[in-house]
C-alpha cells in the first residue's frame, strides 16, 4: 500500500491544502477553542482541542461507509442534523452571553485559572461542536466525491482521514498554546465578560445560521 503512496501525491496535496483554508476559517470550532482558551486555559483549550480533531474521524468514517451520502440525500434527515448543531450552538452561546463582569481582582491569572471545565466536558464541546456541524459534513462529502477518485482505494482514503484528524488538532493545539498564554489571557480577560458575550453573539449568529434555510 505505502508503495503507491506517491501516485495519489497531486490529490493529497489538493486535500490539504484545501482543508488548510477550510480550517483557518472562523467558525463554530474556533470559537470555541477561542473561549476555553481564555475562560479557563490551556489544558482545557488543547483538550477541547483534541476533541475537534477527532470527530474528523466521525466524517472521515461515514463518508467511507457512503452513510454521508444518504444524509446528503435525504433533506429531514440533514435538516435534523442542522437543527441538533444550532441548539448545541445556541446552549453554549446562551451562556456565554449571559457572561457577568469580574471583580478587578479576579483578572489575574491565577484567580483566572481558579475558573474550571472537566477534562470530560472540555474535549466533548470540541467533539460535538465539530461531529454535529453539517458544515463539516457537506465539507467532507465534496473532497470525498470530488477531489478524491473514485478508484482510490479505501485504504488511501483512510490515510487522508488520518492526516485531516491530525492536521485540525495540531492546528487548534497550537492556536490554545498561543490563546492561552499569560499575557494574552490577562489582556483579553481584562474585559473579559464582553469577550465571552462577543464570543456568545457569534456562536448564536452560526446558531440561526445553520437553522435557517439556504
Given amino acids: 500500500m505505502f508503495d503507491n503512496l506517491a501516485q495519489y501525491g497531486v490529490e493529497f496535496l489538493t486535500i490539504a491544502g484545501i482543508h488548510l483554508l477550510a480550517v483557518a476559517s472562523p467558525g463554530p470550532d474556533f470559537a470555541v477553542v477561542l473561549k476555553h482558551s481564555v475562560s479557563f486555559g490551556r489544558r482545557a483549550a488543547i483538550l477541547t482541542s ?20 444518504l444524509i446528503q440525500n435525504t ?8 437543527y441538533a448543531a444550532a441548539a448545541y450552538l445556541l446552549y453554549i452561546g446562551w451562556g456565554a452571553l ?16 481558579k475558573q474550571t471545565i472537566s477534562d470530560k466536558k472540555a474535549f ?13 459534513t457537506l465539507f ?27 492536521a485540525t488538532g495540531l492546528w487548534f493545539c497550537a492556536l490554545s ?24 453573539a457569534v456562536l448564536i449568529l452560526l446558531a440561526i445560521k445553520l437553522a435557517l434555510p439556504e
Fill in 50 to 69: 483534541i476533541g475537534v480533531g477527532l470527530a474528523i474521524l466521525l466524517h472521515v468514517a461515514y463518508s467511507l461507509l457512503g452513510i454521508g451520502i
Fill in 75 to 82: 433533506p429531514g434527515m440533514f435538516q435534523i442534523l442542522s
Fill in 98 to 113: 449571559n457572561s457577568k463582569p469580574r471583580q478587578p481582582s479576579d483578572l489575574n491569572v491565577a484567580q483566572l485559572s
Fill in 124 to 136: 466533548w464541546t470540541g467533539f460535538l461542536t465539530n461531529g454535529l456541524n453539517p458544515k463539516a
Fill in 140 to 166: 467532507f462529502l465534496s473532497v470525498f466525491a470530488v477531489v478524491v477518485s473514485a478508484q482510490t482505494p479505501n485504504s488511501i482514503k483512510l490515510l487522508y482521514g488520518i492526516y485531516l484528524a491530525l
Fill in 177 to 200: 498554546y498561543c490563546l492561552s498564554s499569560t499575557r494574552v489571557r490577562e489582556f483579553l480577560s481584562s474585559k473579559g465578560y464582553w469577550f465571552d458575550r462577543v464570543m456568545g
